[in-house]
């Protein structure tokens, strides 16, 4: 959990798209590893079953599709986003002092065992939001919804306990599916406007 | 005390084995690992050339420099024995040693009048005003965490090593690069204007007070250095012999990694330094944050 | 009984999705079109089914309650049921013309009856479930179903807005999720609520007391934050007017239509449940009327200065939203005056889109200034949109004259003065900002040249630039146009005047499950 947190900042302050698109995906596995070991006591085949849909979707397929969205845009770098790598590292740590705070402030005692595991989640929430508002290339902000999501999920997983299989599934598969949608987005943007830069998106005022 | 007359004997050696480690990486032979104490003994035997434009101040960095870093050297405990002298809140008196050192060197290289000096002094300014949260975020999360003040019983207790503690010295490592103006940050052997920091704040200086400010920089290395090791490496057995023998290999141990570091790396560009320094100071904080809460 | 209950709502859910399926591969567009109408058709049946079931039983459940309507979810599904059947037969009108005049494709007419058949199975998702978890993934559907429906005519614009949509609503809509969960979690000690059931809205309202307060009011933040998005309230909506501009007017009347109130209604769910775990403090109608009050500020702020009609109709819904929200955060007869304008509001909106984009077909633009004297282009949906903008400000006898009045009321028996200052100042504004324009809409004449030439620029840049069909001095509308405009407002009139029975029990007992107050409205 404390790597999730690790990965949170480093994805903050990277300009590099492709190194981006690597740590959402060690994300993904870290959170698909961290179902199997916080329920490591009481595994059955619906946990290993969630634990591997998440690991497949989350650390192998969002890559893959970022990846190709990328080829496709053909860009490499986030060049000049609002809030820079610097900025962005000081935003961060406040962000996990925010974190800190509301696990304080929320009696969610006695449901998970290690204490650090709602920040964290908390933490990724916060950055994925980050990266979303502060990031000018719509691929970016497509990243900083699957950090969100990822945040949610660690959540998920964390503090509602056994929640219905259903809704796990669901929430993966809606992940899965926005994020695809998103890419078509992407595709058809690049398409029309030859960029992806959301903030040349601004022509539509008022 | 026996460490600290261990530590004025053994500092040079370790920029002898960085420079090895750095030959040895490069297919030469290198310059013998004594090397340092050979020049430091020729720069004592030379004559001082001053500039005409320098002062007073320029005549009086050299030997406050050493001054600071020899007082510094006594509140910095090693090889799981306490320093000569250990007070709560020597930390401040190791931070605000080495910020004079620093200073008077700024103020010597302004003292000059020459630009080429005064770059490289605005430079050492701003990144060691980065460097300086760093360290001192990290040293407060360790005393948060042992609860002690004075940094010999801090980093006596600072063990076994938890992710806290690693995230603090993964922050020091940035700083004690930065501090020695090592690569990434600086590079120690060039001699062109632009890739230069602290060669170019002591172009001027020649004769002993050369031999001073070289001999106060393999200190600063040996103290910093100390820092790190402290923490990271485990002093199991009570003999100050046995510990304080770990405690030197260690701390050339850390020497060859930044010979291998400056080996394999390049000199970051001037605007990532920053970025790098921020990344120091978010792990040191983060590792408050996690002691804090 | 409950054997036919789960037939009947599974085909509720399935028809429109096997219909939409369908459209994949089928050829023509004309093929299109009737399958499309026919899934809705079949889902429109069965879902006039199930709230005529409900209106005779009470509640109808499936699935061991998984599946399950309420008065609540009865209601939301009649008023979702009318806006698809009348933007449905409105799809019709609008992309026959389009396709006449050679501006349809065959992929873009089956992306869009696709999609459209796929977010009225995600809406009537949202209205039958039980579960709090499969409804908020009802929610997600409609986002990325309805997506795609923005952007049918790719333009630099409609891409945008369709972007700004995808991206606001999905992290918003994640914020709900956040806070199910977080609902979820307070329900963790209490007993007799395990913890599989824990989602299920029925098993929640029973130990709502039980609830950790503290958990449950930051659950609800999230949610209303993350419903909030897709709802349209003001500061989360950022999306609306660029979403409800760029997209054709069917999609658009969807929208405001009917895709706000299933994200309120969810909310909607929730109120009870935080109601009753705060011991009745009334902390989450502050929360609701507070948003309402500063979505109409917004509105008002907004509507004044809009020169494009379909954004006026969009910042208009975000007033009317937060009416409606205002309505719920007052109480006491608030909630069914809340109820009676999601009926009317949805109902007029859905007629003054239709109304704009058929104007925008016969004209070519949206702008207001180029729009003036709307009649002499087409009489019927030049006066429709005037018409429809007085019934929107709240001219009586229309319907809405009546909710805002109602919601006075609730002001007033609840001694809140200050929101009901804050309520007509803002009222007043939108009235005169609107009227300002639809007076020139039916009476002036079209300004070829617009005075300030910046200005003109700008709103040349976002008119989606439709071709003209070729009979731009008087459109001569069919019956089923007709029919399009004079039902709707016919209603509206009624309803403004009398309150038939049947419709003001179900509002009054759709309101009771919001605030379980049993008062009936006296007019």
Known sequence: ?206 | MFNYILALLLAPLLNGVINRVKALFAGRNGPPLLQRYYDIVKLLRKGTVYGASTSWVFRLSAPVGLAAALVALLVVPFGGVYAPVAFGGDILVLAYMLGLMRFFTIIAALDTGSSFEGMGASREAFFSALAEPALLLGVAAIACKTGWMSLSSMLHAASPVSFELLLVVASFIIVYLCENSRIPIDDPATHLELTMIHEAMILDNSGPDLGFIEYSSSLKLWILGALIVDIAAPYRSGLWFVDCAEGVGCMILLAAAVGVTESIMARLRLLRVPQLLAAAGALSSFALLLVLR | MDNTHTLLLLSLLLAPLVAGVLIIFVRSIRAIFITMAAGIMAGSIFGMIAVIKTCKYGTISAISSWLYVDALSSFTLAIMLIVYILSTTFAYVYFKKEFLVGNLSLKQARQFAALWCGSFFSMTLVLVSNNLGIMWVGIEATTLLTAFLICIHSSKQSLEAMWKYLIICSVGVAFAFLGTLLAAASSRNVSGLEINQALLWTKLMVHAEMLNPALIKAAFIFLVAGYGTKAGLAPMHNWLPDAHSQAPAPVSALFSGFMLNAALYCIMRYIPVVEAATGRSGWSLTLMSALGIFSIGIGAAFIIFQNDVKRLLAYCSVEHIGIISLGLGLGGIGFFAAMFHTLNHSICKSVSFFAAGRLGQISGTHDLRKLNGAPKMSRLWGTALFLCILALIGIAPFAIFMSEFQILKAAVDSHSFVRLVLFLAGISVVFIGMLSKAIPLMWGTASESTKVKNDSESTEKRDISLPATPDIKLDKSTFLEICLVIVPLSALLILGCWMPDFLGSSMTKAADIIGKVTTMPHK
């Open chain 1, 1 to 206: 959990m404390m790597l999730l947190i690790v990965l949170d900042l480093a994805l903050l302050c990277i300009s590099l798209i492709n190194t981006g698109i690597l740590i959402v995906g060690l994300q993904g596995l870290l959170l698909g590893f961290f179902v199997i070991a916080i329920h490591a006591n009481a595994l059955s085949v619906r946990l290993m079953a969630i634990a591997i849909a998440g690991i497949a979707i989350k650390g192998f397929l969002f890559p893959v599709l970022l990846r190709r969205a990328i080829r496709e845009a053909g860009i490499l770098r986030e060049i000049k986003p609002f809030v820079g790598p610097g900025l962005s590292l000081v935003s961060g740590i406040l962000m996990l002092a925010v974190a800190l705070w509301i696990k304080s402030k929320l009696p969610l005692g006695g449901i998970i065992d290690a204490p650090i595991t709602v920040p964290a989640s908390f933490m990724t929430i916060f950055t994925g939001l980050f990266l979303v508002i502060a990031r000018k290339k719509a691929l970016t902000q497509c990243m900083g919804y699957i950090v969100f999501e990822n945040g949610i999920y660690a959540f998920g997983i964390a503090a509602a306990g056994d929640i219905p299989l259903l809704v796990e599934l669901g929430l993966l598969l809606d992940a899965f599916v926005a994020v695809f949608v998103m890419g078509i987005a992407i595709y058809r943007i690049n398409q029309e406007f030859d960029h992806i830069d959301a903030t040349e998106l601004s022509s539509l005022k008022g």
